[in-house]
T-cell receptor, first 114, second 112 residues
Framework: DAGVIQSPRHEVTEMGQEVTLRCKPI?????LFWYRQTMMRGLELLIY????????DSGMPEDRFSAKMPNASFSTLKIQPSEPRDSAVYFC????????????FGDGTRLSIL | DQQVKQNSPSLSVQEGRISILNCDYT??????FLWYKKYPAEGPTFLIS?????DKNEDGRFTVFLNKSAKHLSLHIVPSQPGDSAVYFC???????????FGTGTRLKVLA
């Protein structure tokens, strides 16, 4: 059974460029989460979707960040324009319906903004 | 304001011995707790969880203990194996919310 798939695995780009990270959740999972991991702040939730609808985006750092989930099998996280402080590992996770269902993580995208 | 704290950044244990990883939380609304394991260049992998109605949950070599009065949980690994070497994160959440609050992780090294 395929897990959560993220692409690209690594992204290096220059400041000011648009960056798009992609995620395919596990089939049948209703909830999707985007996280960012940094040395300073650890693993923090950016946004949460339930049934393709954004429920909580309070963790999105600023307007340069946006996320979409056009269907149950695909989500994107976009940064425009990117800045060096956005450099981090970005994880996507999905889970079945139910608050006590554990989240399953992808292997992440390591983003470096020069 | 760290609601979930893992005060030991690293831990080394001999193979075959017990590994004990600790986690403290401050929010009394948390009622579900999880442990994740993370290898380098991979995403966190769910390991074991516990609801606040229990004080212990066991799965093979892994046992999680919850002390609600102390707002403390621990993960015991017995016996420890070299393949257990990884970073371990504890996470907490509340009923009705899907938001996990993660600790900063403890790097476990099991020495052969």
């Amino acid at each position: 059974d395929a897990g959560v798939i993220q692409s690209p695995r690594h992204e290096v780009t220059e400041m000011g460029q648009e960056v798009t990270l992609r995620c395919k959740p596990i089939s049948g999972h209703n909830s999707l989460f985007w996280y960012r991991q940094t040395m300073m702040r650890g693993l923090e939730l950016l946004i949460y979707f339930n049934n393709n609808v954004p429920i909580d985006d309070s963790g999105m750092p600023e307007d340069r960040f946006s996320a979409k989930m056009p269907n149950a099998s695909f989500s994107t996280l976009k940064i425009q324009p990117s800045e060096p402080r956005d450099s981090a590992v970005y994880f996507c996770a999905s889970s079945p319906m139910g608050w006590n269902q554990p989240q399953h993580f992808g292997d992440g995208t390591r983003l470096s903004i020069l | 304001d760290q609601q979930v704290k893992q005060n030991s950044p690293s831990l080394s244990v001999q193979e075959g011995r017990i590994s004990i990883l600790n986690c403290d939380y401050t929010n009394s609304m948390f009622d579900y707790f999880l442990w994740y394991k993370k290898y380098p260049a991979e995403g966190p992998t769910f390991l074991i969880s516990i609801s606040s109605i229990k004080d212990k949950n066991e799965d093979g070599r892994f046992t999680v203990f919850l002390n609600k009065s102390a707002k403390h949980l621990s993960l015991h690994i017995v016996p420890s194996q070299p393949g257990d070497s990884a970073v371990y994160f504890c996470a907490a959440t509340s009923s009705g919310t899907y938001k996990y609050i993660f600790g900063t992780g403890t790097r476990l090294k099991v020495l052969a």
